[in-house]
């Protein structure tokens, strides 16, 4: 069983940056997906990034540009650097892994993930 813990959301104006962490009690390398999702209040959960063991990654179209997703096996925790935030970024965010055998980004297209964390907040102002 994997715990995946996020950190490092706040409140920051529009234009600002966060970087979240995910501490994954897993080795990140033998995690063959993971991701970024956010919920927003009233809406469905989104992708944001994903990243596969091979670090190829994968965005949606809202935060292509803006944010980065990376990891550090040697510390076995994801990172998400948000750069230019705008206030439609105001959301739970929720890190994802999986070892499974699909493909990357069809897992992060269907949201289709074994072991999720319990979310942190960002919330930027305008």
């Known amino acids: 069983h994997v715990q995946l813990v996020e950190s490092g959301g706040g409140s920051v104006q529009a234009g600002g940056s966060l970087r979240l962490s995910c501490a994954s009690s897993?080795?990140?390398?033998?995690?063959?997906?993971m991701g970024w999702f956010r919920q927003a209040p009233g809406k469905e959960r989104e992708g944001v990034a994903a990243?596969?063991?091979?670090?190829?990654?994968i965005y949606a179209d809202s935060v292509k540009g803006r944010f980065t997703i990376s990891k550090d096996n040697g510390k076995n925790t994801l990172y998400l650097q948000m750069n230019s935030l705008k206030p439609e970024d105001t959301a739970m965010y929720y890190c994802?892994?999986?070892?499974?055998?699909?493909?990357?980004?069809?897992?992060?297209?269907?949201?289709?993930?074994?072991?999720w964390g319990q979310g942190t907040q960002v919330t930027v102002s305008s």
């Open positions: 897993g080795s990140t390398y033998r995690s063959r997906c």
């Open positions: 994802a892994a999986d070892s499974g055998a699909a493909i990357c980004w069809a897992r992060f297209r269907g949201i289709d993930f074994g072991y």
């Open positions: 990243i596969g063991s091979d670090g190829n990654s």
